[in-house]
């Protein structure tokens, strides 16, 4: 649709002292972050890991890789209308070295 926006990317990771590799066939979620937008958007990281989010109503959203469970990445990403945003998913942000959302999780643990 015209005003939306798109995310594009690669998701890559590694275990502790190995390089990174794509993360092939894992899940994505955008899920939307204002209580009054209930579109929410999924997908599946291709061979090499590449993303592609189209048509995404603007706003802002949470990224993240795992609904139930912890996920290795939970991220804040705003959408203006019109705009192309590309995002590599990497260890550097990655849950372990940044999360958008603390207070929240704290409060689910409670």
Do not use: C
Request: glycine share 6%; no cysteine.
């Amino acid at each position: 649709q015209a005003g939306n926006a798109s995310l594009e990317g690669r998701a890559l990771f590694a275990e502790a002292g190995q390089a990174p590799k794509p993360m092939a066939r894992l899940q994505l979620f955008l899920v939307p972050e204002s209580p009054t937008q209930t579109e929410r958007y999924h997908l599946r990281t291709d061979e090499q890991g590449n993303f592609k989010f189209s048509d995404v109503i603007p706003g802002p959203y949470k990224l993240i890789d795992r609904v139930a469970g912890e996920p290795i990445w939970r991220l804040r990403v705003e959408f203006k209308p019109s705009e192309t945003k590309a995002l590599e998913l990497t260890p550097a942000n990655s849950l372990a070295m940044q999360d958008d959302f603390p207070e929240r999780q704290a409060q689910a643990k409670q």
